[in-house]
């Protein structure tokens, strides 16, 4: 295995905010979001208490799939601001304390990109997959004077960069190897992209469909050598960056060069049965392929954290001393925590876990507020992908006052990115903020929590002692968490002195028993004196 140097020390202790830039806060009152209205709205991420967040791409595109597909690497899109304005945004975050990464599309370009227009017209170029006679499955007819047809990665907009086939196909003598030019070329690209935006300032990125890069490649080794390759000139050239996939297989791709790797609701053997045995209760973003599953933070407690446990193993076992798991919330194409069924009042439960087991959290924004995934939205950029797959409704803009738009509140409602929560009671920043006892607050004290004690951050030891209703276990061998997510009071046995709660509701330590009732959770420090509870 290539022994890479070791992560920057901030990372460890990283709580992450995903933003997706047209929805968080518009300046211009155009409707969409921004970068200055992202800066304008630091103060909420550091009295939050994150300290890096990850923009959705920026960069310039026709939007035909929210900005995922980049016609200019190197420029930021006109609708969120200028280059300068994103540089602006990364210096007053530095002040604040947060660090901004940004999202690379590596494994494709839009259609409209210079680099395709030109390969779709010149056929000795290949920067892209070509296939020079006929139509090969999932490939799409050339729209230049190049004969032939592309593969694309993702929609037909979005053609593959050619980093190689691990495998030849007599089938396919187009294939070419992954030390052809055309894929060499592309390493040097992506290197030139990464250089770039990393000497404005940016802390690193997180990379979309990481996966994907090199094809017909058995066990990723190929790709794998290929993140390798650029992870050990990132520790060169940028020894303070890092690099979050969009993988879903920590065990893989930690080991390949990643410093972070999330679970996702796809990815990995179990086809991202870990993300999706904690949150998915069957509404929202739903593949038709999934099968179907009783997710643990459900009032019906049929679920159970087994699953998520057996991924969380292996994946830590594989990663331990080189990178880190990520668990978020929610993101951009998959349901919000409060989603379907699930109401407000399951939520601290949600993130009482979240926060305190260890894995770096990822919070998704608007889920500090408890924002609510809109159910039945029209297709915007590309946001539905099947007849339950909407991914709309997790990109709703951030709700951070009572005016009619929730904080774009200058543009008329049609020309709003997408349509706010229309109900009545939607929570809002503004609201939660001068409630102390809203989740906003309680999610704030669990982010300080976790950051002030490193027992209960990624690097400090757990013990699961029930695997179960309630779920229960201990950090660094001092705190105890108890959390309950159905409706029903449970309880399990309990041996131990004293208790001092830190954060409960709903769970009682007497007389030998942890009593949790519905949607309870509790965080208790037991001092230097551990525990000692019936085993799983």
Same mark, same amino acid.
């Given at each position: 295995?290539?022994?890479?140097?070791?992560?920057?020390?901030?990372?460890?202790?990283?709580?992450? @905010?995903?933003? @997706?830039?047209?929805?968080?806060?518009?300046?211009?009152?155009?409707?969409?979001?921004?970068?200055?209205?992202?800066?304008? /709205?630091?103060?909420?991420?550091?009295?939050?208490?994150?300290?890096?967040?990850?923009?959705?791409?920026?960069?310039?595109?026709?939007?035909?799939?929210?900005?995922?597909?980049?016609?200019?690497?190197?420029?930021?899109?006109?609708?969120?601001?200028?280059?300068?304005?994103?540089?602006?945004?990364?210096?007053?975050?530095?002040?604040?304390? #947060?660090?901004?990464?940004?999202?690379?599309?590596?494994?494709?370009?839009?259609?409209? /990109?210079?680099?395709?227009?030109?390969?779709? +017209?010149?056929?000795?170029?290949?920067?892209?997959?070509?296939?020079?006679?006929?139509?090969?499955?999932?490939?799409?007819?050339?729209?230049?004077?190049?004969?032939?047809?592309?593969?694309?990665?993702? $929609?037909?907009?979005?053609?593959?960069?050619?980093?190689?086939?691990?495998?030849?196909?007599? *089938?396919?003598?187009?294939?070419?190897?992954?030390?052809?030019?055309?894929?060499? *070329?592309?390493?040097?690209?992506?290197?030139?992209?990464?250089?770039?935006?990393?000497?404005?300032?940016?802390?690193?990125?997180?990379?979309?469909?990481?996966?994907?890069?090199?094809? +017909?490649?058995?066990?990723?080794?190929?790709?794998?050598?290929?993140?390798?390759?650029?992870?050990?000139?990132?520790?060169?050239?940028?020894?303070?960056?890092?690099?979050?996939?969009?993988?879903?297989?920590?065990?893989?791709?930690?080991?390949?060069?990643?410093?972070?790797?999330?679970?996702?609701?796809?990815?990995?053997?179990?086809?991202?049965?870990?993300?999706?045995?904690?949150?998915?209760?069957?509404?929202?973003?739903?593949?038709?392929?999934?099968?179907?599953?009783?997710?643990? $933070?459900?009032?019906?407690?049929? =679920?159970?954290?087994?699953?998520?446990?057996?991924?969380?193993?292996?994946?830590?076992?594989?990663?331990?001393?080189? =990178?880190?798991?990520?668990?978020?919330?929610?993101?951009?194409?998959?349901?919000?925590?409060?989603?379907?069924?699930?109401?407000?009042?399951?939520?601290?439960?949600?993130?009482?876990?979240?926060?305190?087991?260890?894995?770096?959290?990822?919070?998704? @924004?608007?889920?500090?507020?408890?924002?609510?995934?809109?159910?039945?939205?029209?297709?915007?950029?590309?946001?539905?992908?099947?007849?339950?797959?909407?991914?709309?409704?997790?990109?709703?803009?951030?709700?951070?006052?009572?005016?009619?738009?929730?904080?774009?509140?200058?543009?008329?409602?049609?020309?709003? @990115?997408?349509?706010?929560?229309?109900?009545?009671?939607?929570?809002?920043?503004?609201?939660?903020?001068?409630?102390?006892?809203?989740?906003?607050?309680?999610? !704030?004290?669990?982010?300080?929590?976790?950051?002030?004690?490193?027992?209960?951050?990624?690097? =400090?030891?757990?013990?699961?002692?029930?695997?179960?209703?309630?779920?229960?276990?201990?950090?660094?061998?001092?705190?105890?968490?108890?959390?309950?997510?159905?409706?029903?009071?449970?309880?399990?046995?309990?041996?131990?002195?004293?208790? !001092?709660?830190?954060?409960?509701?709903?769970?009682?330590?007497?007389?030998?028993? #942890?009593?949790?009732?519905?949607?309870?959770?509790?965080?208790?420090?037991?001092?230097?004196?551990?525990?000692?509870?019936?085993?799983?």
């Amino acid at each position: 295995m290539t022994s890479f140097r070791p992560a920057p020390s901030w990372l460890a202790d990283a709580v992450f @905010y995903q933003i @997706y830039p047209q929805s968080y806060a518009d300046s211009g009152g155009d409707g969409i979001g921004d970068f200055n209205g992202i800066t304008g /709205h630091l103060d909420h991420l550091a009295w939050l208490g994150v300290n890096a967040v990850w923009l959705n791409p920026c960069f310039v595109s026709p939007f035909r799939d929210a900005g995922y597909d980049v016609s200019d690497y190197l420029n930021v899109a006109p609708r969120y601001g200028s280059n300068d304005e994103l540089g602006k945004l990364v210096d007053e975050a530095g002040r604040h304390g #947060i660090r901004v990464l940004l999202d690379l599309v590596a494994g494709h370009t839009s259609d409209e /990109h210079p680099w395709f227009t030109a390969s779709a +017209d010149d056929p000795d170029d290949h920067r892209y997959i070509w296939a020079p006679e006929g139509r090969p499955d999932g490939f799409v007819p050339s729209p230049g004077s190049r004969p032939g047809s592309y593969l694309p990665n993702f $929609f037909d907009s979005q053609p593959a960069l050619n980093f190689g086939y691990a495998r030849e196909n007599p *089938a396919e003598p187009w294939r070419q190897s992954v030390d052809a030019e055309g894929p060499r *070329a592309n390493r040097e690209a992506l290197r030139s992209v990464m250089d770039h935006w990393l000497r404005l300032g940016v802390a690193g990125f997180r990379v979309d469909m990481a996966s994907s890069l090199v094809k +017909d490649d058995p066990g990723r080794r190929e790709t794998s050598r290929l993140w390798s390759e650029l992870r050990d000139w990132l520790d060169t050239a940028h020894p303070g960056a890092v690099l979050l996939s969009e993988w879903g297989e920590p065990e893989v791709s930690v080991p390949a060069g990643f410093h972070v790797d999330f679970f996702l609701q796809f990815g990995g053997p179990t086809d991202g049965l870990a993300m999706r045995s904690l949150w998915s209760n069957g509404e929202g973003t739903v593949d038709e392929n999934w099968d179907p599953l009783d997710c643990f $933070f459900d009032p019906s407690g049929r =679920g159970s954290p087994r699953p998520f446990l057996d991924a969380w193993r292996q994946a830590s076992t594989a990663t331990r001393g080189s =990178g880190f798991v990520s668990l978020p919330t929610a993101n951009h194409d998959f349901s919000r925590l409060n989603c379907g069924p699930r109401t407000a009042e399951q939520l601290p439960a949600a993130f009482a876990f979240q926060l305190t087991w260890p894995t770096l959290p990822a919070i998704y @924004y608007g889920d500090e507020i408890g924002m609510r995934y809109a159910d039945g939205l029209p297709d915007k950029e590309g946001s539905v992908l099947g007849p339950r797959y909407n991914r709309a409704g997790s990109r709703t803009p951030m709700q951070w006052d009572d005016t009619e738009n929730a904080g774009f509140s200058t543009a008329p409602a049609d020309q709003l @990115y997408l349509p706010v929560d229309p109900a009545p009671d939607r929570p809002t920043v503004a609201a939660q903020r001068s409630d102390e006892t809203s989740l906003l607050h309680f999610v !704030r004290r669990l982010v300080r929590l976790r950051t002030t004690t490193p027992e209960l951050g990624s690097d =400090g030891s757990v013990e699961v002692l029930h695997a179960g209703y309630p779920f229960v276990y201990v950090r660094g061998g001092r705190y105890l968490v108890v959390v309950n997510p159905q409706r029903n009071e449970t309880s399990c046995a309990y041996a131990s002195g004293s208790a !001092r709660p830190l954060e409960v509701s709903g769970v009682e330590l007497d007389g030998g028993t #942890i009593t949790a009732r519905g949607f309870g959770y509790g965080i208790f420090d037991l001092g230097h004196q551990g525990a000692a509870l019936r085993r799983e």
